[in-house]
């Protein structure tokens, strides 16, 4: 609940050298770079505060790098293709040792310096290495590794991608990082493949990921001897594992040892991958596999023979049409689902989703009707699961937004809740139509919110949406006053989002 709006908004605090100022931005982390130096380019004497460094702090540290412990191997991919079991294995080596998810070529570039990364990789073992699976699908990691290690060698791990997306699909549904089924997900990203590889997008690249060759390819532009790449492939390791790690040592350059790898699974899914979807994705992925084998100069039958995943590490998930029962309490994601009341005088039919299967997806809608709440933030990958159990429900019930703005979100609600009323409040808007009616009122003046709510209101609601100052304060009198209301229905849902302003000195939630 804490870090979630940290990751979605990015919020950067920068202290200036010798003065009080402080710099703020919100926004995607995309744009941290650019907004670093157009904001240096301002201030001559400006100076970014030491935690964020330039480039220069790595050149400065290349000089004494030949005193540094440095990684002899990196693990760089594939994410979800059994990365982690083979950093338990690998240690079990007594001349191996690998730490795991260092991030420091992604992440930490910014932050940390090369001595920090080296203070990570510590051992008194003679092969060192790490592991960060998502190397391999950012490009700009790759000079950044040439400019640290350049003669390193590098493991790559690939599963079947369809098998793989499945699996990055359940991990996130199962952390509460994705809220739209897996169908919706592979169509979102087939939509927008453009924005493989780029950060800030709100977006979980299932489909992309998977595209190994087109990542092996750009990777080899920058370290191009093919001798110091080794592909493993998961589904070898899992049914011959002693060989494929003695492929592994013997490229690694250590002894040859006997002993018994683990399998790192865990848990299994809810339910199998339809196999509608999982021939859907065989067909996106067939041309990209057949530029694999080539390169390996062998087919992989373990692909072209798989059947629908039915497990996955890390514990179970949802299944793909599954509908979603409103949560008891809170999530960690990016909107906060303060709680939803007891009881259930919501009539909600039991075929909900099967029922609103054609209609557009909130993704969908939230993409044509312009809302930030699906371009800018993200959203879409959180509210389904909350929120789309309503969609199916009676004439005669309704749903208020407090912040409506420019009319997108209404406009998307309209459509999202084909049966229902939408009520709005505003500070600069007033209008109605036929199933909506717009308030213009102070978020800030509970007097104002009571008058509508007590006077004005004339359908119960399943869903309140706050979406409007920001200012904690009136966040807080706000839900003290509409939760505990007979406006919110037994079994109605109450959303706060862009919840970055809690963490204001004065008044955070």
Request: charged share 25%; hydrophobic share 35%; glycine share 6%.
């Amino acid at each position: 609940e804490v870090c979630q709006p940290l990751i979605d908004n990015f919020i950067v605090h920068l202290k200036l050298q010798d003065t009080s100022t402080e710099f703020q931005h919100v926004g995607p982390m995309s744009s941290f770079d650019s907004i670093l130096k157009s904001y240096e380019g301002s201030s001559g004497t400006a100076k970014k505060q030491k935690l964020i460094h330039e480039d220069a702090t790595h050149q400065g540290t290349k000089k004494d790098l030949s005193n540094l412990q440095l990684p002899q191997f990196l693990i760089i991919g594939a994410q979800k293709a059994g990365t982690m079991a083979a950093v338990k294995n690998l240690n079990k080596h007594p001349d191996i040792f690998v730490a795991s998810e260092v991030h420091y070529f992604d992440l930490a570039w910014h932050t940390k310096d090369v001595k920090w990364y080296s203070s990570q990789l510590q051992s008194t073992k003679k092969i060192i290495g790490e592991k960060t699976p998502e190397l391999i699908y950012v490009d700009e990691c790759f000079e950044r590794i040439k400019d640290v290690c350049p003669d390193s060698k590098f493991l790559l791990f690939l599963r079947d991608p369809v098998a793989r997306a499945y699996s990055s699909w359940n991990m996130n549904v199962s952390k509460n990082r994705e809220g739209a089924t897996f169908d919706e997900c592979i169509q979102r990203n087939l939509n927008n493949l453009d924005e493989f590889r780029s950060y800030g997008t709100g977006e979980f690249h299932y489909v992309q990921r998977g595209f190994y060759m087109d990542q092996i390819e750009r990777f080899l532009k920058v370290f191009p001897k093919k001798e110091n790449l080794l592909i493993v492939i998961a589904e070898r390791i899992k049914s011959n594992p002693k060989a494929e790690y003695q492929r592994i040592f013997d490229f690694l350059g250590a002894k040859p040892f006997d002993f018994f790898p683990e399998d790192d699974h865990i848990g299994s899914y809810s339910a199998k991958l339809s196999s509608r979807v999982a021939e859907r994705l065989r067909r996106v992925y067939r041309s990209h596999n057949d530029r694999l084998f080539a390169f390996l100069g062998e087919r992989i039958p373990e692909w072209d023979e798989a059947p629908p995943p039915s497990s996955t590490p890390a514990g179970s998930a949802l299944a793909p049409d599954t509908t979603v029962a409103p949560a008891s309490s809170s999530n960690s994601t990016g909107i906060v689902q303060l709680s939803t009341t007891g009881g259930g005088a919501l009539q909600l039919p039991v075929t909900a989703a099967a029922a609103t299967s054609k209609l557009l997806t909130f993704a969908e809608l939230g993409r044509k009707h312009g809302t930030d709440k699906v371009t800018h933030h993200g959203y879409h990958r959180f509210y389904p699961r909350f929120i789309e159990q309503y969609r199916n429900g009676p004439a005669g019930q309704a749903m208020l937004e407090i912040g409506v703005d420019q009319s997108h979100s209404l406009n998307m609600w309209l459509e999202y809740y084909p049966h229902a009323f939408v009520y709005g409040v505003d500070i600069s808007l007033s209008k109605s139509g036929e199933r909506f009616r717009i308030f213009k009122a102070d978020q800030g003046q509970l007097r104002e919110m009571r008058h509508i709510v007590e006077k004005d209101l004339q359908h119960p609601l399943f869903l309140i949406v706050d979406d409007g100052s920001h200012i904690p304060e009136h966040q807080v009198q706000c839900f003290d006053y509409l939760f505990g209301s007979s406006a919110l229905l037994p079994g109605g849902t109450y959303i706060v989002e862009d919840i970055e302003t809690s963490y204001w000195a004065r008044g955070g939630l």
